[in-house]
């Protein structure tokens, strides 16, 4: 890989993982980049950054103590550099129950722009109704909270079956993308025993409502003052066709619907006797109906909303076909993202959108999160993601290169507000000096 030398160049220094860095930094990129006066410079977190030469903005992802400290040493004894983002505005990330705090119920209304501005007028000619924002009903189950605990939160949460659980830390480890569903009070019961540890499902854990929408999943991503929309596929129980590759375990689950003896443990009965993780009888069919607890009672799911492979990469649309769920208005998106933008104070990020949709009659044991009201629509945020794959969008060099172009406008703006700073600071310091006398008098 072969980096253009800098001269002229506005320099972007790239801190990224190995693996990260390897998928971003392409030739092709760094041409691009090139090109339009940008000259990409690879950061190693191994060499202290005073000594890896002239930089005008850092672009970084490097999750480790010692790198932070680094930086905020760096940014404060170059505060012409611009940095993003800074690490201590991407920690509400790092925890997903912090991460969706800016849009926690009842969350944030978007209204339609007004005519003739407009796409403010839907295809049969009646106006588009303002939108309201929100995460799903979600609460943090600590460790060694015990099941009738649990199911005491999940309640006081408004919480029903099926939930999703997820990992609780979203910093990149192995675990952080740990994800299950539970549709039963058995389910829950196994979760908090721990059964699921080796599955990175060990409490603490965020426990979200299931919000039936179509298995469709639209991705919004921000590059500073930027964004684009995809759609992805995403978890879908009302499918009766779900891929086997989304779906670990489910007939281990169904077939040994439990590891503990149900009539007992559900009542606050006693454990003795039955180790976690063991294979009892499975309890008997009329228990199953008399606790009203349907097979599978849990369901360990991989990233469904990833892409599997890498020539799904550069497509807009990967949803599954027929989904019939309407994608978000341009206004609505675009004004999310300036929303958490703002309370965020991020520059690199994206965002999953969901729509719900009513459950079909046939499909009675998911819960209708209503889909909106006569006055106003609905969606829900389900994850936020710190600089996450934009080497997976269409034309991203273009896309990343934009931002760079911005960063260097941004730059050379705030130099020329620096350099008028220091001419009239004199004739601001006698104006001060007036003011205050002008307050004693």
């Given amino acids: 890989m072969v980096l253009e030398k800098e001269g002229q160049h506005f320099v972007v220094g790239m801190a990224l ?25 690879v950061i190693d977190e191994n060499v202290a950054l005073e000594d890896q030469g002239h930089l005008d903005a850092i672009c970084q992802k490097i999750r480790r103590r010692e790198w932070e400290e680094e930086l905020e040493a760096y940014a404060a004894a170059h505060p012409r550099v611009s940095i993003h983002d800074m690490p201590q505005d991407t920690y509400v990330l790092r925890n997903r ?62 919480i029903r ?8 830390l979203a910093d990149g480890g192995p675990s952080s993308h740990a994800l299950a569903v539970i549709h039963s009070d058995a389910g829950l019961l196994r979760i908090t025993q721990g059964e699921f ?33 995809v759609t992805r596929p995403s978890l879908d129980l009302s499918s009766n066709e779900r891929e086997e590759e989304n779906v670990v375990g489910i007939e281990q689950f169904r077939d040994n ?9 559900l009542e ?42 890498s020539r799904s990469w550069g497509k807009y649309d990967l949803a599954p076909r027929g989904h019939g769920v309407p994608a978000p208005p341009e206004w609505l998106w675009r004004g999310i993202a300036s929303k958490l933008r703002t309370a965020l104070c991020l520059s690199l990020f994206n965002f999953d959108l969901i729509v719900p949709v009513a459950p079909a009659p ?22 936020i993601n710190y600089f996450p794959g934009i080497e997976k969008l269409p034309n991203y060099e273009a896309l990343l290169v934009q931002f760079f172009l ?36």
């Fill in 197 to 229: 540890s080796s599955e990175g499902l060990a409490l603490p854990l965020l426990f979200e409502q299931y919000i039936n929408h179509g298995g469709c999943l639209f991705k919004v991503y921000v590059l500073g003052n930027h964004e684009v929309m």
């Fill in 268 to 309: 606050g009965g006693s454990m003795q006797g039955v180790e976690v993780g063991t294979s009892p009888p499975i309890p008997k069919r009329e228990e199953l109906e008399r606790f009203k607890i349907p097979p599978p009672d849990v369901e360990v799911v991989s990233r469904v909303s990833a892409y599997p492979r």
């Fill in 161 to 168: 079956f099926p939930v999703i659980v997820k990992a609780l």
């Fill in 17 to 41: 993982k190995a693996e990260k860095a390897k998928k971003h930094i392409s030739q092709k990129l760094i041409d691009y980049a090139a090109g339009h006066g940008i000259h990409l410079k």
């Fill in 362 to 383: 046939h499909q009675a044991g998911l819960v209708d999160p209503c889909s909106g009201t006569a006055e106003e629509g609905l969606v829900h945020i389900i994850d």
């Fill in 257 to 265: 619907i439990d590891t503990i003896d149900v009539s007992t443990s």
């Fill in 406 to 441: 911005d960063l260097k406008s941004a730059t050379s703006q705030s130099s020329k507000r620096a350099r008028s700073s220091r001419l009239n600071r004199p004739l601001q310091s006698r104006l001060l000096r007036v003011e205050i006398l002008w307050f004693y008098i």
């Fill in 97 to 158: 129950g912090t991460m969706l705090v800016p849009l926690q119920t009842p969350g944030e209304t978007f209204f339609p722009p007004p005519p003739p501005t407009n796409r403010n007028i839907e295809n049969n000619g009646t106006p588009m109704l303002p939108i309201r924002c929100c995460a799903p009903e979600h609460t943090t189950i600590e460790a060694n909270t015990p099941f009738s605990a649990a199911k005491a939160q999940l309640l006081k949460a408004g």
